[in-house]
């Protein structure tokens, strides 16, 4: 019979055949040959409507209805079983997205299907699939995860991982399309601009680490860039040039180009990443310090010019192949477009060189610390979420050293230094090196003889305390009541930390573990002596204890701010213990003779200079005295740093007013011994200064 | 290769509508109609049975012009011997066990 055109029976017969697995392709010629034989028109439907069963249940439906169950019973399973935390998400968004991305990606001969009929070459292609897959869940799950947190500096640079790991499913999907049985890319062309292009990276990591020792000034300012761009743009080009001329097609050029941009970024991402992360005080300005939750927004800063770099290698890739196969027959005209191309990239390797000038803090910079030779200094930053150690050997040219989770501290000594569950030995700041891990969390203060280390986990209402005389050996002493805040006594017997469980309350504790006294208020700061404890109240009153023993502490008195205000930051004792300062809400900053405390010297607020931030929060006014206790600094809410010579406390003369060329809040810390203060601010600039003291 | 399973009653009738004549060649939609199958359920009987080295099969030899030829079907030797086998356990099985009653 024949038949004009095809019907809706004959359609849907062809999309069985579709579905039928290449085994029963013999079947499907026999129900087409069939079907051809019936001619009334509802018969045929049935027919082909069977056929369609038939083809379901050969098929893809059972593995589609099997994957669907096992993706349930996994999902239910997980969930029945608890599964929780940051990467639960991911987890089950991986059992989701995986099985079915394999099955559907490795089933076929399209542009992204098999490279070879061995096993090996399938499960290859699957695994790579696989990666892909994982790459993208993650993505998701970094995205979603910190999207409504953008702000954070922390969720920031978890967006920036995402990108990172989008940009790695992309290349792996586009090796996956050029190694392909239906790439257009004959074999040979494959391996000679993977070849050419992982050279191409090689030689871009080689050139990476010469900005340091060429600086970003002087005749040498145009050697980096042009060194950095000519691998990432002569790479695709010869490849393109070799692919077009070996196989007369431009189009060939194109995809040797992009191939070989692939294989650079690839090489670049793996060894550079490997290069950080066994030496990241080698690559100071590089990308990751330590698991993404240390990545501190200026090293975001640095990273995202880098991402750009990768981001744009493919265009760049496919462009200089396409113009390396175009211009093929005259060599000379193809290295002149290559030398402009390299002048174009200059913009923005230029943005990524200029990223490489350190910087302190970074967004919201919270604690300043040095050491006593005042060689390392560390500070907060990231509203406290990372903490850096820099080197300041060479005050002109600081060098981050290390980054770590949320805080840190020295030791009195300056030699040790105790972040996150670790001991470093930071005798060389340049060279920190790891001493000894212990399960304690977030260190919250040393021991004047630094013999003492208490240490909480992150937002617990427990301390544990440690014995780190043999800093490579830490021993736990006990665990007590008390969270971020506290304070040794300067002899090391008693801790007293501060515990928010209903009212702000301090808990004395002995260094191994016995209760021995409450008092309210928090923010425990002992006076030099250890006999005089100051605790602050909610209501921005401070109270002193008297602690000589300390298992019953007798109340001094209480201390109120003026009118209207509040104290707001923990008091300071001088040095010799006769002097203590407090900063009220309003600015204004009073001494107090500790043996009198009924008469203080109010320290002014310079007039006319801007205070309006103090009183928002308790970190925004800090002040210091000098080791020797005859100057007194604050860090006046802004961009202000007052300094007092109060030798004669009773008669405090204003010696200096510096102002920061940095705008926003900050904190100040003396260098003991150096006779200079340094201040940094919030804003993410280049906000360290450094003030010599006449 | 025969399989040890009793056949379901929709694979005894294909097997004993071919065994009604095991020289001649037949063609699944006349087969279909015979037995009261349609292709849903006649298509995975055979494949089934192809599977198994019960059938043989192959195509036209002489198709009309304008028509595909079309794919032809008879038991084989083993398939033969199924059918054989069907046929005689079909009547004793229910007396058997009504007498287990």
Known sequence: MNRAGLDPADRLLGYALRLMPSTRGEWGQAMVAELAQIERGGERGRFAIGCLRVALWQGPLWRVIGAIAAQAATVTLALVSGLTGTFAGEVIGLVLVLPPGLWWLGRGNGYFGQSGASRAARIARRVGYGMVAGCLVVTVGFMTATIPQVDDGVAAATVWLGVVMLLLACYLLATLAVTSARSLLPAGT???????????????????????????????????????????????????????????????GVLAGGCTSAATALVATVFGGAAIWLRPDLVDSAIIDRGPAALAPDVISVGGSYLLVLLTLPVVGLVCGAIGGRLTARWLVPATVLAAIAALCFPFVTVLDQQYIPRFGGVGATSMTLTPDGRALLAGADGGMTTSLWDLTDPAHPVRTVSVNRTARFAPDGRTMASEDQLWNVSDPGRPTHLAGFDGGDPVAFSADGRELST?????????????????????????????????????????????????????????????????????????????????????????????????PTRITDIASGEDTSIVTPVVF??????????????????????ELSRPVVLAPVQGAGNHQIGLSDTLTTSAFSPDGHTFAVEMGDDVVMVWNVADPDHPVRTAVHTRSTEGAGVVAFTPGLSSIVGTAPDGGNAVALWHLR | MASTRRPSAQTAA????????????????????????????????????????????????????????????????????????????????RPELRRAW
């Open chain 1, 574 to 595: 001088s040095p010799d213990g006769r002097l203590m300062a407090t900063a009220d809400s309003d600015g204004t900053i009073r001494l107090w003779h500790v043996d």
């Open chain 1, 190 to 252: 494959v391996t000679t601009s993977t070849a050419i292009g992982a050279i191409g990276g090689l030689v871009w990591l080689v050139v990476l680490p010469f900005n340091q020792p060429l600086g970003v000034a002087g005749p040498w300012t145009l050697v980096y860039p042009v060194a950095l761009a000519l691998p990432l743009v002569g790479a695709p080009a010869m490849a393109g040039a070799l692919a077009a001329r070996r196989n007369r097609d431009v189009h060939h």
């Open chain 1, 456 to 552: 909480t986990v992150h937002n617990s209402t427990r301390t544990t305390l440690w014995n780190v005389a043999d800093p490579g050996h830490p021993v736990r002493m006990g665990t007590v009541d008390g969270g971020d805040l506290g304070a040794f006594t300067p002899n090391g017997l008693v801790y007293a930390g501060t515990s928010f469980t209903t009212t702000p309350t301090t808990v004395l504790s002995s260094v191994a573990g016995v209760r021995l006294a409450t008092v309210t208020g928090a923010e425990p700061v002992f006076a030099p002596d250890g006999h005089l404890l100051a605790t602050r109240a909610d209501d921005g009153t401070v109270a002193l204890w008297n602690v000589t023993d300390p298992t019953r």
């Open chain 2, 14 to 93: 294909v097997l004993c509508a071919f065994a009604a004549d095991t020289s001649t060649w037949r063609y699944g939609y006349e087969l279909g109609q015979e037995v009261g199958l349609k292709a849903g359920s006649l298509y995975p009987i055979l494949m089934r049975l192809s599977d198994r080295g019960l059938l043989e099969a192959t195509w036209e030899a002489d198709p009309p012009p304008g028509r595909p030829p079309r794919h032809l079907y008879r038991l084989s030797g083993a398939g033969v011997r199924l059918a054989a086998e069907v046929a005689s356990d079909a009547h004793p099985a």
